[in-house]
């Protein structure tokens, strides 16, 4: 892996470049916290909609908090991968549309082939929505407010992939910042973070929230930026997790001035995400994640398998298992189940074997 060159006369700022690469347990260990995460929100979104009562819905509840491991995770892959080679960005921009569009693009396929199967297609195409979600613009206004397009299709778990498109968008700027000043970007980054949170409490925009979340990816990308560099527990990620805290402490605030309506909605629902968000940082990296390496590498054929198809399963779940009406039944459910696996083997694993590659092999995220 190529290392970013050290800036001239600042030993102290060369010292914090990462020199190693992720070694081949670590990578098995976030393959199976990808594929995990994937897998849990399916079923989620299965007991949500299965009106699934008791233990089980509540082990299953959690669906909004998985999500929270891709932004974790992604920043971490992404910053491991292309800390050294996004600067130019021309070629990483090409990498990730590679990465992420042919799925989306399938996804909202999947979602109009469904509802034409069901009888409906008139009533969701909506061609706003359509260009929102393809443009990175969606999330779910039922949960929070300033919400520009709800996602297409009612396909409502693509709207992770928008504050995922943003991050990407904006990594390169951050990484140029980090290059200059590898101290300072973490308070940078914190501030601009905490106003954005401040600015959509007062204004709610979806710009100010992605922004504002743009600090979760970030702890990712630092948290690897640490492991690379020889570090392996969370004293390491105290600016950003202590900058962090303080989004999830003007997030309580919030909640505080606006009132609780309830767990899953705004305003508590971002007090959720970054307390979850810093969970993870802190108890991932360090023995839970090294207990995490060790019991997945027995299973390594098929954590990399399921790992090389999640982001499949998790963009084309929604309308195949849970909006396709002929899954309601037995023999629907096992014929949705296959296309699924079928479709997300197609759209992410042969995808990404067959389409042009742009200077390096496009980083798993």
């Known amino acids: 892996?190529?290392?970013?060159?050290?800036?001239?006369?600042?030993?102290?700022?060369?010292?914090?470049?990462?020199?190693?690469?992720?070694?081949?347990?670590?990578?098995?260990?976030?393959?199976?916290?990808?594929?995990?995460?994937?897998?849990?929100?399916?079923f989620?979104?299965?007991?949500?909609?299965?009106?699934?009562?008791?233990?089980i819905r509540l082990i299953f509840s959690f669906g909004q908090e998985a999500v929270l491991v891709f932004f974790v995770l992604s920043g971490f892959v992404i910053f491991a991968n292309e800390h050294g080679r996004a600067i130019p960005p021309q070629n990483y921009y090409m990498r990730r549309i590679r990465?992420?569009?042919?799925?989306?693009?399938?996804?909202?396929?999947?979602?109009?082939?469904?509802?034409?199967?069901?009888?409906?297609?008139?009533?969701?195409?909506?061609?706003?929505?359509?260009?929102?979600?393809?443009a990175g613009l969606q999330d779910v206004s039922a949960l929070k407010p300033g919400v520009i397009v709800d996602p297409y299709a009612g396909n409502t778990p693509l709207w992770s992939l928008s504050y995922e498109m943003f991050f990407y968008l904006?990594?390169?700027?951050?990484?140029?910042?980090?290059?200059?000043?590898?101290?300072?970007?973490?308070?940078?980054?914190?501030?601009?973070?905490?106003?954005?949170?401040?600015?959509?409490?007062l204004i709610p925009n979806h710009l100010s929230l992605v922004t504002a979340y743009f600090l979760v990816w970030w702890c990712g990308a630092m948290a690897a930026n640490a492991y690379l560099s020889g570090a392996r527990n969370a004293l390491a990620l105290t600016t950003p997790l202590l900058w962090l805290s303080a989004l999830t402490g003007l997030a309580v605030l919030n909640v505080t001035w606006?009132?609780?309506?309830?767990?899953?909605?705004y305003?508590?629902?971002?007090?959720?995400?970054?307390?979850?968000?810093?969970?993870?940082?802190?108890?991932?990296?360090?023995?839970?994640?090294?207990?995490?390496?060790?019991?997945?590498?027995?299973?390594?054929k098929p954590i990399i398998f399921l790992a090389s198809i999640s982001y499949g399963l998790y963009a084309f779940h929604y309308p195949i298992l849970i909006r396709w009406d002929r899954?309601?039944?037995?023999?629907?459910?096992?014929?949705?189940?296959?296309?699924?696996?079928?479709?997300a083997i197609a759209g992410d694993r042969w995808t990404q074997k067959y389409l042009p590659r742009f200077i390096g092999t496009a980083s798993r995220s």
């Not at 989620?44 to 233990?55: P, Y």
């Not at 108890?283 to 590498?297: D, E, Q």
């Open 267 to 300: 305003p508590f629902l971002m007090v959720r995400h970054f307390v979850v968000a810093i969970f993870l940082i802190i108890f991932f990296f360090g023995p839970l994640g090294v207990c995490a390496a060790r019991i997945s590498w027995p299973a390594a």
């Open 327 to 343: 899954a309601d039944s037995a023999i629907g459910t096992v014929l949705a189940v296959i296309f699924l696996i079928a479709f």
């Open 170 to 201: 904006i990594f390169p700027l951050a990484l140029m910042l980090w290059h200059r000043m590898p101290r300072s970007s973490n308070y940078i980054i914190g501030v601009i973070s905490f106003a954005s949170f401040a600015f959509y409490i």
């Open 258 to 265: 606006q009132g609780f309506s309830s767990f899953g909605t």
């Open 99 to 134: 990465r992420i569009y042919p799925t989306l693009i399938i996804a909202c396929l999947i979602g109009a082939v469904v509802a034409l199967d069901n009888g409906n297609l008139a009533a969701i195409m909506d061609w706003r929505r359509l260009f929102g979600t393809l």
């Open 44 to 55: 989620h979104h299965i007991a949500q909609t299965h009106e699934i009562t008791g233990l």
């Open 1 to 42: 892996m190529t290392t970013p060159s050290a800036c001239p006369n600042d030993t102290k700022k060369s010292s914090l470049r990462p020199r190693k690469i992720i070694s081949k347990r670590v990578s098995l260990a976030l393959d199976l916290a990808r594929c995990s995460a994937a897998i849990y929100v399916i």
